[in-house]
C-alpha cells in the first residue's frame, strides 16, 4: 500500500499512478515491486527491500544512497499486548521526500498519520515529518516501558504480599502453581523489556547517524538531540526494569525452593514422629515367651499409651524449638 502525506492533506495511489507533485511523506505499507518501482525512478534513489532490511550490520542499515539518508531501525510493537515483536523500518530522507518503508503495522505509524490529519502543516517539509514521526515512535516505546513497569511493579507485589491471615490468624502460603504463574509473567515482561531495549540501542543509533548526515541547513539538529536524549532515559529506565526483574526472578525462584523444602521438612517431622512408635510396637511384636506385659491386663492400654508419648513428644519438642 502506498500513501502520500503532503501539507494539504494524504491520499492513497496505485503503482500505475504518478506520485503528486506536493508529497512530502510516502509510506509504502507491504509494497509490491510495482510500488517500489515507482518510488524509486520518480525520485531517483533506491528504497530497501524485505531482504535489505533483515541484514543486521551497520553498513548495511545505515548508507547515504544518491544523496538520501537511509536509516533501518528495529522497532518494537504489541509492548501493550501479550504478544510483543521488533519488527525492521527503512527511513529514507532525501532533499524534498521523505519514505517510509515496512511491513507490519505499526500503532505510532498511525497515530502520525491520525496527527497529520488534524494538522497537515506539520508535514511541511520531509525533515518536519521525519522529525515528527520519530517523535511519536518514542513516545509510544515510552508508553510501552511505562507498561511493562507497571507489570513489574504487579508481579513484585504478587511475590511478596502473604495472602490474608485465615480464621486461626496464620498466613496462606503460596502453591507451587501460582509461583509458575509468577515465572510465566516475569518471562513475559522480560521479553517485552528486551524488545523495547533493542527499540531504543537501534533508534539511537539511526538518530547518531542522522545527526551525523543530515545537511546543517536541514535545522534538524535540535530536534534531533531532544530526541537523543529522550532515547537515553528510556534506555536509563530500560536499565533500572531489568535489575528489578533480575531481582524478582531470583526472590521467586528462591520462593519456590522455600515452599519446595517445607513440604520436604513436612515429611521428614512425619517419619520422625511415626518412627518411635514403630519402634515400641516392634518390641512389643517380638514372639519371645517371657514377656511379662503380654500377660497383664492393662498391657494392651500400656503399649497404646507409650507409643501415643512417644509420637508427641518429638512434635512437642520441635513445636517449642520453633522448628514448625
Known amino acids: 500500500m502506498l500513501t502520500i502525506y503532503s501539507a494539504t492533506g494524504h491520499q492513497m495511489i496505485n503503482a500505475g499512478d504518478q506520485l503528486p507533485a506536493e508529497a512530502v511523506w510516502i509510506d509504502l ?3 509490491t515491486p510495482a510500488e517500489e518501482q515507482l518510488v524509486e ?23 547515504i544512497d544518491n544523496g538520501a539518508i537511509v536509516m533501518t531501525a528495529t522497532l518494537a510493537t504489541g509492548l501493550i499486548t501479550e504478544t510483543p515483536e521488533t ?7 532525501g532533499r524534498h521526500h521523505l519514505v517510509t518503508v515496512r511491513y507490519a503495522e505499526i500503532r505510532s505509524f498511525d497515530r ?24 511519536a515512535i518514542v513516545d509510544r516505546l ?101 535489575s528489578n526483574l533480575t531481582f524478582l526472578l531470583d526472590a521467586t525462584l528462591g520462593l519456590i525452593s522455600i515452599e519446595q523444602t517445607a513440604v520436604q ?21 517380638m514372639n519371645f515367651d517371657h514377656m511379662p506385659e503380654l500377660g497383664w491386663m492393662l498391657g494392651y492400654p500400656m503399649a497404646l499409651g507409650i507409643m501415643l508419648a512417644v509420637a508427641v513428644l518429638p512434635y512437642a519438642i520441635f513445636r517449642w524449638r520453633g522448628w514448625l
Request: proline share 4%; charged share 20%; with cysteine.
Open 29 to 31: 505499507r507491504n509494497p
Open 41 to 63: 525512478q520518480t525520485l531517483g534513489f533506491g528504497v530497501p527491500t524485505a531482504d535489505d532490511m533483515a541484514e543486521i550490520e551497520t553498513s548495511s542499515r545505515l548508507y
Open 87 to 93: 519488527v525492521p523500518v527503512s527511513f529514507v530522507l
Open 112 to 135: 502520525y498519520a491520525a496527527q497529520l490529519q488534524r494538522m497537515p502543516g506539520q508535514c511541511a517539509s520531509p525533515g518536519m515529518a521525519l522529525m515528527g514521526l520519530i517523535d
Open 142 to 242: 515510552a508508553d510501552g516501558l511505562e507498561h511493562v513497569g507497571r507489570e513489574v511493579d504487579q508481579i513484585s507485589r504478587a511475590a511478596f504480599r502473604r495472602a490474608e491471615a485465615g480464621a486461626r490468624g496464620r498466613q496462606q502460603r503460596r502453591s507451587n502453581l501460582a509461583l509458575q504463574a509468577l515465572l510465566t509473567r516475569l518471562g513475559a515482561a522480560q521479553d517485552g523489556l528486551s524488545k523495547a531495549r533493542e527499540s531504543v540501542v537501534s533508534l539511537t543509533r539511526a538518530l547518531s547517524f542522522l545527526q551525523f548526515a543530515a545537511p546543517k541547513d536541514a535545522g534538524l539538529a535540535a530536534q534531533i538531540k531532544t530526541q537523543v536524549r529522550d532515547l537515553a532515559s528510556l534506555a536509563d529506565q530500560a536499565s533500572f526494569i531489568g
Open 265 to 285: 521438612k513436612i515429611f521428614s517431622v512425619a517419619s520422625i514422629v511415626f518412627l518411635p512408635p514403630t519402634l515400641v510396637a516392634g518390641v512389643y511384636g
